[in-house]
Nanobody, 123 residues
């Protein structure tokens, strides 16, 4: 089974930073591409960023490119998302999932989602 737990969200002012973590308990975590998604109030869940199994390739949504950085530590079974220069429109619940590919598609691998972590950016 795969279990993903997101953490690190919070309330910050515009221009601030946060670091989100996604801890995975699934077997052979290092074999999977991983990604982050977010869902704002009244909006559909949207792709944010992805990283290959080795960490050698990354891909970002245009809305966050240059501000967010995805990384991973396979020894800790954890994927991170560094959020810098935050804007009010970044306010959303952030989720992680395994990915089918990095750069070509933005499709999550698993149908189930965790609780996510809330990011709120005030103006």
């Amino acid at each position: 089974q795969v279990q993903l737990v997101e953490s690190g969200g919070g309330l910050v002012q515009a221009g601030g930073s946060l670091r989100l973590s996604c801890a995975a308990s699934g077997r052979t975590f290092s074999s999977y591409h991983m990604g982050w998604f977010r869902q704002a109030p009244g909006k559909e869940r949207a792709f944010v960023a992805a990283i290959s199994w080795s960490g050698g390739s990354t891909y970002y949504a245009d809305s966050v490119k240059g501000r967010f950085t995805i990384s991973r530590d396979n020894a800790k079974n954890t994927v991170y998302l560094q959020l810098n220069s935050l804007k009010p429109e970044d306010t959303a619940v952030y989720y992680c999932n395994a990915m089918r590919a990095v750069g070509f598609t933005t499709t999550p691998l698993y149908d189930s989602w965790g609780q996510g972590t809330q990011v709120t950016v005030s103006s």
